[in-house]
């Protein structure tokens, strides 16, 4: 099997200029980067903006690297707050220009999507008010998204407001569909908390997917591992991958592994491509029992909220 685009985040690289960085995932032989907004690394909020995207996206073409625009700094917008303020908080402003800023950055380096996620609920806000936060809030994300072209990929993620498929299925509807409203899936949250198993996860949503994370993961814990250190088995998800018809990018998502990342990157796509080259063959994906933890039907896995969020 061939076809897939292999990514890395840029997330993963924290400790590199982001010259550095995008010069080593492309020496790697990856296709493509997942192009997190930070401090160091195209700061949105920074001074001369436009002369820096300009740099950046010579950079990748001079490199041959496509991109998406991730949005999951920790503590680029409050220096206190891991990834506050979000859309749920009483004073999302700041989140909601960070995130007019990262689809205009987007349509400058012509992005193949800006992924973005809900936010974890304030304890001080309850669930309806922040459902009711999340949808308004979106909206204008979607008509910004609209307005420049660019797909955006709503992420689920465990812990938060959004945090499985069946809750991105609800925000889209709330929104009405929108066509550039598309889905960020991340493969190893499918173990962390989905009921059914990843290659039907993948199956199931393929007609919506924009953007795609890979990292392995363990069932009802949400950490990012590498690549074998987890309990996903990948030649079936690599198959779902390419039997859904995805084109886009599928990027390394390894937040934590800034201190080995040239190692870490060089042997995450050694391992994707032997996964690749034993994907079964073309056809249906079986639909088996979800584990035993997630034995109330189709209800995910309970995932604290303290957990990782990246």
Known sequence: MTGLRFGYGTNGFANHRLDDAL??????????????????????????????????ADRLRDL???VVIETGARYLLDPWHKHAPTLLHDEPARRIEFLRRAVAIGADLGAEAVSFWAGVRPADVPEPTAWERLVHHTT???????????????????????????????????????PRFGLTLD?????????????????????????VQIDDMRRGVHEHLEFGTGEIDFPPVLRALADGGYRGLVAVELPRHSHAAPTVAAESLAFLRDAERRAPESGPHPTVPAPRSAAAGSAAVPVPTTGEHE
């Not at 160091?40 to 740099?55: G, I, M, N, Q």
């Not at 493969?187 to 953007?211: F, K, M, S, Y």
């Open 187 to 211: 493969i190893g949250h499918c173990r962390c908390l989905e009921p059914a198993p990843v290659p039907q996860c993948v199956a199931e949503v393929a007609g919506d997917l924009v953007n």
């Open 23 to 56: 010069a080593v995932i492309a020496e790697l032989g990856y296709t493509g980067v997942a192009l997190t907004l930070d401090h160091d690394h195209l700061d949105p909020f920074a001074p001369e903006l436009a002369r820096r995207v300009t740099r950046v």
């Open 140 to 178: 204008t994300v979607v008509a910004a998204a609209d307005a420049a072209g660019v797909p955006l990929g709503f992420e689920p993620e465990p812990g938060m407001l959004v945090q499985t498929i069946a809750d991105w299925r609800r925000l889209r509807d709330a929104l009405g569909a929108p």
């Open 64 to 66: 041959d690297l496509a």
